[in-house]
């Protein structure tokens, strides 16, 4: 499995996330001409945190007559979708090109860099179907210092059994590796029809969860196209071929845990919503911070939807996905 964590003979003994403060810093200062006490306030660090980062960005020849950002990194590019859409965070990360497993390398990314986003929050909201964030959890270290209390599955059952019981191993590591309790979705995340979804949510242990969805704090959320993916095949769980070909008659062009969206990331008004169990539109609009976890050309189109309706806070892609977000480039071969 390639490893995706920045390749440069600088970076070998420091911590990556040390590397981005201090490239970011030395960028915002030198290059965006902002004062040390106004990095602080945007960094969420001391003014002295400002100077000793600009500081060790010299001593690592990041700060030259220019910003020279550490080879992996890529501060133009993240800097470009933060102001573009409103982000609060940003990674860009290079995974290569040649026979790659993108969910593998973006999931593995994500597990070494997005450790300080969740930290702070008491009840996190994880998408235990999506492969991506199956493999960080897997990849996930044990965090010392984390307030996360549970971690809520935010959709029921898709895919095959192997999958659900992947996906309930996933939820699990993640808890683990948070020091939190794990809460389930053992139901179906689509059923056949609203009643049976009512049913469902009349079980304890899943109402337990429905309602935990009303109070999350942060959501690692589930985002695709309208239409099967990944490991998603019809009737598991899902949306037959000609629901998903109506929905995208109708406008859809991605979903959020299975909540449908068209081009501009307003919501989809279909009467499937009402047969998904899980996290609702209102409840993952409600979260205070919502990242997603994504790239590659099949969820290019659902990727800008979901920045299109604000229903990103942070964002991790790979390197050919930003500039296209970013309009540098029309498409992914």
Known sequence: ???????SSTISSLEVGQL??????????????????EIAEKLGISQAGVSRLLSMAEAQGIIRKIVVPPDGLFPELEEGLLCQFKLSAAYVVDVGHANINLSQELGLAAAQLLQGEILDSKILGFTSWSSTLREMAVNMAPL????????AETLGDLG???LQHEADVATIKM??????????????GVVSNSELRRVAEKDVHIRQTLNMLNQVDTVLVGLGPCDFHGPLLENENFFS??????LRKDGAVGQLHQRFININGQPIQTELHERVVGMSLEQLRNAKKRIVIAGGKQKLRALSAALAGHWIDVLLTDVDSAHYLLGKQESQD
């Open 160 to 162: 095959s059994p192997i």
């Open 175 to 188: 808890a683990r590796a948070l020091g939190a309790e794990p809460l389930f979705l053992r139901t179906p």
């Open 241 to 246: 071929k000609e629901q998903l070909a109506q």
């Open 20 to 37: 981005r403060l201090m490239t970011r810093a030395a960028r915002l200062h030198h290059v965006e001409g902002e004062r040390q006490i």
């Open 144 to 151: 010392v210092n984390c307030k996360v209390k549970y971690v």
């Open 1 to 7: 499995m390639k490893n995706t964590q920045i390749k």
